[in-house]
């Protein structure tokens, strides 16, 4: 199939023909927003359908999975059992039409219909029901109404021959005013009790339930005014919400339950049909009867809302309408993203933190992810391919022809180049000069002009600012505070003064919700500050003390991780919460911990390296486990971006070198993409990587092999594109010379100055300037290293550049080994014949004439 380009393009790629480059066996996915504009409600298709079968557009909602169930009747209510429970599974509750009781694992996916005796025929409707775990003890209470009475069940699961339902005791209490919106709902060992205008609680006590009182109107509070009609009552962590009229109030349930409760009130000109509440980000929603409302935005509705089939759900990062038996899914900007159509009658649950939902009726329990963006996944395609993406809105038809070519990798072509080129960008990368580019000088690169910095640093956040700290002694700091595509920026100077810090070798910078967090270290303590923009200094937040060493500590953000030597080779992992002060520590129970990985551009994971298993914890109520990867017992480091992670390992020989591309596709899934081939690199230092999050940069310092020596190396990698595209440029370099890098900045250290020298930024990299150092480090190659090189198994030479191919050719003549070091010829910098003293040319003699014998590196001074 030949496509025909066309100068006029309706997608983001010049001539609507796209190119795409992979290795065998990679999974590869694209943001749809590279090549076509999302700013419309819009379809996409692939075609031909019977040649894209490795190929898939994946949509903003994603089914995760479909379980068949077997409920009695169309359920009416479910909820999220144990939701504050951090030690128990989740579950969801199901209650039917016909009043039957169900519980539903997320995680054994299994449906336990509960046998409740008799309860059904004694009393004419079941209002409501929850299920608590208190002390180990699983309680069922159930809410039930004949016409003239209203009574309160406690039930108890026990254990004789098997597992029954026992009623414990039953309550008269007050008559229910509004059955239709009271509820139930269970935090703990407390219930509250929704009834008309007030909510009462109570407790679990020995078996019992102690009525403990009732939730008062703040007597401070002149907005809200008194309670009227509590309809649509959400629990939280720490607060219920419902609407009043046409009030959304959410009302704290933190301190005495009898004292003055704090309630926030949000007023409407108009009456709420239906809202949610999202307490971890103090953020609402709200549907009327002809708009979505979130916080300060408005979208009207196209079909006008209905009181009791319209629902509305806030997660981490989207709202979910549903409108009788669609699911419509919009953006925190209130765009339209996504909708599912003509469900069965249906009810779901959302669990906001991970970006899911569980979709349930009569006959399956459907659990679906929310992504970003839609993507094309290309799953081990394995051989090329020409097919179409289709883009269709209200007013155009785009069709994208892509051709998707399968490619090997060898990277003898870069190192020939390198023989005469100290930089050698890959062909896949153009190296353009900053000056031909008409770059306007940086903030940043301004600053680092004119600041004689020992050490520069920047601080991965998920802000729109850029937090970049300098070092210009040994106790002296400067804080650049940048906003993003701003040429300004807020300076902040401080001295870092806190005893015996000196003393410490793992100290930590971090940022959270712009707040700026220094942690050290001692033995046993770990120490927390933050910076207190003010007054310009580090102020004491929190102090952990353990009971064994400390080995390592790495903070996501929203938690510091402290790994801990319990006893010989037996480790400990705890962690605790920042903005927490006086929560304690908790324990994640794992054998064999070697090491931990955190990084606040992945503010609620935790990556742990164990004897012979790579782990992921998600932790942002409970920790739970997503992934796991069987792995070997190496030297590993894991390097975290706002997407992806990058796993490096090696064996203490190198015969393994492993470099393996991990993606966050979603908040509870994680895919591996595939391995980057580190054969034809060595010496690799996998623990002093160069990493630039912002641009999804880093830099592995190695040797490569040039003809008969190694020469140290600086290799750039991107995480994100295609495997085969992934390497950016080789540096060559002297083995103590020393780089950094900031935003989108590599930096060169001479002497007691920093000088930036290539800019990455937006998928273009160019030369700000050359670096005049001359490459004077060399290491002779060991005979096993020369057998890859100069014997049969030398491997084919496949051109990864576009060059043509050329062989890498060794030196016809040994016999000739006379140098005219008086040669006005310029020598080629990549091989021994690079000399600045006599000295060195008496060892190239040596080396030419024993040969493969000296094998430590050579430094010249």
């Not at 046993?524 to 310009?536: A, S, V």
Request: net charge negative; glycine share 2%; charged share 25%.
């Amino acid at each position: 199939m030949q496509f025909i380009p066309v100068m006029k393009a309706c997608s983001l790629v010049e001539g609507n023909f796209l190119n795409l480059y992979g290795v065998e066996n990679e999974i590869i996915y694209y943001d749809i927003r590279e090549f076509f504009s999302l700013e419309q409600e819009n379809f996409l298709s692939l075609e031909p359908q019977e040649i894209v079968k490795n190929i898939k557009i994946i949509n903003t909602i994603e089914q995760e999975y479909e379980i068949p169930l077997q409920l009695e009747s169309h359920p009416r209510d479910i909820r999220l059992g144990n939701k504050f429970n951090q030690n128990l599974e989740s579950t969801i509750i199901i209650i039917d039409e016909e009043d039957q009781f169900y519980e539903y694992s997320l995680i054994s996916q299994q449906l336990v219909k509960f046998q409740i005796p008799d309860y059904h025929l004694n009393h004419l409707d079941l209002v409501d029901g929850i299920l608590l775990n208190v002390y180990d003890k699983k309680y069922i209470i159930i809410d039930e109404s004949t016409i003239a009475q209203t009574y309160l069940m406690l039930f108890e699961e026990v254990f004789y021959n098997q597992f029954e339902i026992k009623q414990q005791a039953e309550y008269v209490v007050a008559f229910q005013q509004n059955g239709e919106n009271n509820k139930l709902f269970g935090v703990g060992n407390t219930i509250y009790r929704i009834n008309y205008n007030q909510i009462q609680i109570y407790q679990i006590e020995q078996d019992k339930l102690n009525l403990k009182g009732f939730i008062k109107k703040s007597q401070n509070n002149h907005e809200c005014g008194p309670l009227s009609n509590i309809i649509k009552a959400k629990i939280h962590q720490n607060s219920i919400s419902f609407i009043d009229s046409n009030t959304l109030v959410i009302v704290q349930l933190i301190g005495n339950i009898n004292d003055e409760i704090n309630q926030k009130c949000i007023k409407f000109n108009e009456e709420i049909y239906n809202y949610d509440y999202y307490e971890f980000l103090d953020e609402y929603v709200v549907v009327t009867h002809n708009q979505l409302v979130f916080g300060n935005q408005r979208r009207d509705l196209n079909i006008q809302a209905a009181k009791h089939t319209t629902n509305v759900f806030l997660t981490q990062n989207n709202i979910l309408f549903v409108l009788s038996s669609n699911i419509e899914l919009y953006s925190k900007e209130l765009k339209f993203l996504d909708v599912i159509l003509n469900q069965n009658q249906f009810v779901i649950e959302v669990i906001p933190e991970t970006d899911q939902f569980i979709s349930i009726d009569k006959s399956n329990a459907k659990l679906f992810h929310l992504i970003q963006s839609p993507m094309i996944r290309i799953n081990k395609q394995n051989e090329d391919i020409d097919f179409q993406l289709n883009q269709i809105t209200e007013q155009d038809e785009c069709t994208l022809n892509v051709h998707f070519s399968v490619q090997q990798i060898n990277y003898n072509n870069l190192f020939e180049k390198l023989k005469n080129q100290k930089l050698v960008p890959s062909t896949a990368w153009k190296l353009y000069d900053c000056n031909q580019k008409q770059n306007q000088i940086s903030t940043l690169e301004q600053l680092i002009k004119e600041n004689k910095a020992k050490l520069i640093v920047e601080l991965p956040s998920l802000s729109q600012k850029e937090y970049i700290l300098i070092r210009e002694d040994q106790n002296e700091f400067t804080l650049i505070v940048q906003q993003q595509k701003v040429n300004s920026y807020e300076q902040y100077q401080f001295k870092l003064e806190i005893q015996d810090i000196e003393k410490s070798d793992n100290q930590l910078w971090w940022v959270l919700d712009d707040e700026v967090y220094f942690t050290f270290h001692l033995i046993d303590r770990c120490y927390i500050f933050r910076l207190d923009y003010g007054i310009e200094n580090l102020m004491f937040h929190k102090e952990i003390t353990l009971n064994y060493k400390l080995l390592k500590v790495v903070s996501s953000g929203n938690y510091l991780f402290i790994l801990g030597e319990q006893k010989a080779n037996i480790n400990v992992l705890l962690y605790s919460s920042i903005s927490d002060v006086q929560q304690e520590q908790k324990k994640i129970q794992l054998p064999t911990i070697k090491d931990i990985f955190a990084s606040p551009l992945q503010k609620d994971y935790l990556i742990i390296k164990m004897e012979k298993q790579l782990v992921v914890y998600h932790l942002l109520i409970v920790p739970q486990q997503i992934f796991k990867e069987i792995v070997k017992p190496s030297e590993t480091n894991v390097i975290i971006f706002k997407k992806y992670f990058v796993v490096l390992m090696k064996s203490s020989d190198e015969k393994e070198k492993i470099c393996e591309v991990y993606f966050f596709k979603s908040t509870q899934k994680i895919e591996k993409l595939g391995r980057s081939p580190m054969e034809q690199f060595s010496q690799i230092q996998i623990q002093d990587t160069l990493v630039q999050t912002s641009q999804n940069v880093f830099y592995l310092k190695c040797q490569v092999k040039l003809e008969k020596i190694k020469r140290n190396a600086l290799v750039a990698f991107k995480v994100g594109k295609s495997i085969y595209n992934s390497l950016m440029f080789i540096l060559l370099r002297n083995k103590n010379s020393e780089y950094q890098v900031i935003s989108d900045l590599l930096l060169k250290q001479n002497s007691d100055q920093l000088m930036p020298m290539i800019s990455i930024r937006n998928n273009e990299m160019c030369l700000i300037q050359e670096d005049d150092e001359k490459i004077i480090d060399f290491e002779p190659l060991k005979d096993e290293d020369l057998n890859l090189v100069d014997g049969d198994d030398r491997p084919p030479i496949v051109d990864n550049s576009g060059d043509i191919d050329q062989d890498n050719r060794d030196d016809q003549n040994d016999d000739d080994n006379t140098l005219d070091l008086e040669s006005d010829e310029d020598l080629p910098i990549g091989s021994f014949l690079v000399m600045s003293t006599i000295e060195e040319a008496l060892i190239y003699s040596l080396f030419r004439t024993f040969g493969r014998r000296r094998v430590e590196t050579i430094d010249i001074v």
